[in-house]
């Protein structure tokens, strides 16, 4: 089964840019994978973000956008809030299923 | 506006079935074009895809899960249901419903998710 790997945890100043990354056992990740991004903050139900690799959903601010970087998907924060700091998850179509990434803890400090 | 609320029984002994059930409001799950699907995640951990169940009664599990699932719709009741089978201390997580939309990857729409212990 698909392995999808994201970084485990980042730190950003507030007011700062950040990239999250997802990549794939499989190889590189393409629009083929429908790469979607979902912020979840502890204790809540996750949030959809972004779809298919670049779209964002109606509620998500326009500090988020997502790509295709290096062969991965890509989430970045530009001009990172405090109510940013969250857990992120990217999550990808693969083999006929639908696999999620390990998660990355994005702290604001 | 649409609502999902998982129920269940809480705790579940080793190697019996986890059932859970997700009521759907503001919107039915016969429409077509919705993949109504579960995803869980334990304690402290990240998340996992379960499986859906497409608006015309296709379903998609997890393989690594296929054994042990199923996922069937009860239109009458506007409610879809998951059954785990053979459950492990292992399978411990909060359960999560939700609404996918054009695929099984983009889910606008979640319920609070329902804490399920496995223990005797």
């Known amino acids: 089964q698909t392995v999808v790997t994201q970084e485990p945890s980042l730190t950003v100043s507030p007011g700062g840019t950040v990239t999250l990354t997802c990549a794939s056992s499989?190889?590189?990740?393409?629009?083929?994978?429908?790469p979607n991004w979902y912020q979840q903050i502890p204790g809540q139900a996750p949030r959809s973000l972004i779809y298919?690799?670049?779209n964002k959903q109606s509620w998500t601010p326009a500090r988020f956008s997502g790509s295709l970087l290096g062969g991965k998907a890509a989430l970045t924060l530009s001009g990172v809030q405090p109510e940013d700091e969250a857990d992120y998850y990217c999550?990808?179509?693969?083999?006929?299923?639908?696999?999620f990434g390990g998660g990355t803890k994005l702290t604001v400090l | 506006q649409l609502q999902l609320q998982e129920s269940g029984p809480g705790l579940v002994k080793p190697s019996e079935t986890l059932s859970l059930t997700c009521t759907v409001s503001?919107?039915?799950?016969?429409?077509?074009?919705?993949?109504w699907g579960w995803i869980r995640q334990p304690p402290g951990k990240g998340l996992e895809w379960i499986g859906n169940?497409?608006?015309?009664?296709?379903?998609y599990y997890n393989p690594s899960l296929n054994s042990r699932v199923t996922i069937s719709a009860d239109t009458s009741k506007n409610q879809f249901s998951l059954r785990l089978s053979s459950v492990t201390a292992a399978d411990t997580a909060v359960y999560y419903c939700?609404?996918?939309?054009?695929?099984?990857?983009?889910?606008?729409?979640w319920g609070q998710g329902t804490l399920i212990t496995v223990s005797s």
């Open positions: 298919s690799t670049t």
């Open positions: 999550l990808l179509y693969s083999g006929g299923g639908v696999v």
């Open positions: 503001g919107g039915s799950i016969s429409t077509s074009g919705y993949y």
């Open positions: 499989t190889g590189a990740v393409t629009n083929g994978n429908y």
């Open positions: 169940i497409y608006y015309n009664g296709n379903t």
């Open positions: 939700a609404r996918a939309k054009g695929g099984l990857t983009t889910y606008p729409d």
